[in-house]
């Protein structure tokens, strides 16, 4: 099982802050999570349709959309960050 985190508007389109989930071996980098995840319902669809935009976290170090997420014991996901 893998623990997914969500964050601001990607937690509120899908519903939920985390979950636990049994990810399937074909999930093998951090951006096939995100396909793998808009598969999941329409909730999901929505929050990531614009993949290139989030942002990913995994054991709360953020990473690019093609790092392996095996091991992985906490995945954050992201929309768009700014500040100052």
């Known amino acids: 099982m893998t623990k997914l985190v969500y964050f601001a508007w990607v937690r509120e389109r899908i519903g939920r802050g985390e979950e636990d989930l049994d990810l399937p071996a074909s999930v093998v980098t951090a951006g096939d999570l995100i396909e793998h995840l808009k598969g999941l319902g329409e909730e999901y669809e929505t929050a ?22 095996a091991g992985a014991t906490e995945i954050g996901l992201f929309p768009p960050m700014t500040g100052g």
Not at 48 to 69: G, S, T
């Open 48 to 69: 990531l349709q614009f993949p290139k935009a989030i942002r990913v976290a995994i054991n709360q170090e953020h990473v690019e959309h093609d790092e392996p997420i």
